[in-house]
């Protein structure tokens, strides 16, 4: 009924950027907050980012400054926009989506399958 899809990850080197997009997408009634996490090999999975419906965003601390997190609401969209990566954000990141279905009319939220980013010269 609701499919949360990532992309954009790759290869990049130190210093460089990429772009995350996470599209949800179905029967979707409303769309709450959406946000950006991540785990690397052997660690748990980590908040990156937030964003509500409203704009209001939280970042980890680890990048703030660096990572920018923006929406299309009428998209359901989600983006992730990551400067100055550094080896330490190599992770899969995984996108969710805090939402109510239109077969429920519940709040629930949604995970996406994952995209794998790698900083590494």
């Known amino acids: 009924q609701v499919q949360v899809v990532e992309s954009g990850g790759g290869l990049v080197q130190p210093g460089g950027s990429l772009r995350l997009s996470c599209a949800a997408s179905g029967s979707i009634f409303s769309t709450y907050v959406m946000g950006w996490y991540r785990q690397a090999p052997g660690k748990q999975r980590e908040l990156v980012a937030t964003?509500?419906?409203?704009?209001?965003?939280n970042y980890a601390d680890s990048v703030k400054g660096r990572f920018t997190i923006s929406r299309d609401n009428a998209k359901n969209t989600v983006y992730l926009q990551m400067n100055s990566l550094k080896p330490e954000d190599t992770a899969v990141y995984y996108c969710?989506?805090?939402?109510?279905?239109?077969?429920?009319?519940?709040?629930?939220?949604?995970w996406g399958q994952g995209t794998q980013v790698t900083v590494s010269s």
């Open positions: 969710n989506a805090d939402l109510i279905i239109i077969s429920t009319m519940r709040r629930d939220t949604y």
């Open positions: 964003i509500t419906s409203g704009g209001r965003t």
